[in-house]
């Protein structure tokens, strides 16, 4: 009888002195969790080890042409087949992977970047210098990311740091916009006004309080926009504009495979499915950063 009366009280004792959740508990919940985020995780940190590693893993140098190797089928020595100069289509998705994933990532952090600065300073001091970035950045937005990367790209050219200028330019409208509108929010809040009562400058408002409580939308967004960046890259190296032969790229191993089409299909496939896969798993792992991080989406 002691115990039956005594359980209740040690399941009440042991709920009070119970650890309360931490900050990063409701993220790995809902980014662990779900099957469909961890394959997508797994899926995108194999393509980042092969892009790592891509000197070791790819069989064969994805420049070397051999013209008793053209336009092989699938076999034991090239496991994708060969186009038509004779290289290898496997050594060549591994390399055209660094191009493909540097300008994915990198790309939207620079855009997060430099759009955030902006965002923030047309929020936050209003006036003149809201009026003049609203207006650039609305001038901006009216292209189409994609069609404003062809333009640009058409005119700086296809060199590394160009295409990674040109996706930068491409983005950041869309990171400023958000973060002018989540400053705008956040500068009615009290604790920003106690702080500018209190005389604290100008520059530590906007660091300690303004910043750290805008960044969940513009996180949700860089994740979200990587998936368009690889997408768009790919596009502009399909084009020509992109990453410049012979260094390989999805999008320019595409184009290749396409003119030569009827001799074989392989680079065409190859392209098409790593593209669709790693945009398809950046995506969901988007999703599912925007259900923990958005909080029109909190539950």
């Given at each position: 009888m002691t115990m039956t009366t005594d359980l209740p009280q040690d399941l009440a004792e042991r709920e009070a002195i119970a650890p309360e959740p931490g900050y990063w508990d409701p993220v790995r919940h809902v980014l662990l969790d779900r099957w469909s985020t961890r394959i997508a995780f797994v899926v995108v940190i194999l393509f980042i080890l092969a892009a790592a590693f891509a000197p070791w893993l790819a069989p064969y140098d994805p420049l070397r042409q051999s013209i008793v190797s053209i336009n092989k089928l699938p076999s034991w020595d090239h496991w994708l087949g060969t186009d038509q100069f004779g290289r290898d289509v496997m050594s060549r998705m591994i390399h055209g992977s660094r191009n493909s994933l540097i300008f994915g990532l990198l790309a939207p952090i620079f855009a997060a970047f430099f759009g955030t600065i902006l965002g923030v300073t047309a929020g936050y001091f209003g006036g003149w210098a809201d009026r003049v970035i609203s207006r650039v950045i609305d001038l901006l937005m009216a292209f189409p990311e994609l069609l404003l990367a062809i333009l640009i790209a058409a005119a700086l050219g296809g060199s590394f740091w160009n295409?990674?200028?040109?996706?930068?330019?491409?983005?950041?409208?869309?990171?400023?916009?958000?973060?002018?509108?989540?400053?705008?929010?956040?500068?009615?809040?009290?604790?920003?006004?106690?702080?500018?009562?209190?005389?604290?400058?100008?520059?530590?408002?906007?660091?300690?309080?303004?910043?750290?409580?805008?960044?969940?939308?513009?996180?949700?967004?860089?994740?979200?926009?990587?998936?368009?960046?690889?997408?768009?890259?790919?596009?502009?190296?399909?084009?020509?504009?992109?990453?410049?032969?012979?260094?390989?790229?999805?999008?320019?191993?595409?184009?290749?495979?396409?003119?030569?089409?009827?001799?074989?299909?392989?680079?065409?496939?190859?392209?098409?499915?790593?593209?669709?896969?790693?945009?398809?798993?950046?995506?969901?792992?988007?999703?599912?950063?925007?259900?923990?991080?958005?909080?029109?989406?909190?539950?």
């Open positions: 295409i990674v200028v040109v996706l930068t330019v491409a983005f950041t409208p869309g990171f400023a916009r958000v973060a002018r509108a989540s400053t705008l929010a956040v500068k009615q809040e009290p604790y920003v006004e106690a702080a500018i009562a209190a005389g604290v400058r100008t520059p530590l408002i906007i660091f300690r309080h303004i910043v750290p409580n805008i960044m969940a939308p513009i996180v949700v967004l860089m994740t979200l926009w990587s998936a368009s960046s690889i997408r768009i890259e790919a596009t502009l190296s399909f084009l020509g504009i992109g990453t410049q032969p012979p260094n390989p790229s999805w999008g320019n191993i595409i184009r290749d495979g396409l003119t030569n089409m009827f001799a074989t299909q392989w680079p065409i496939v190859a392209g098409g499915m790593a593209i669709t896969i790693v945009v398809l798993a950046i995506s969901i792992i988007g999703d599912s950063v925007r259900d923990v991080l958005d909080p029109e989406n909190a539950q």
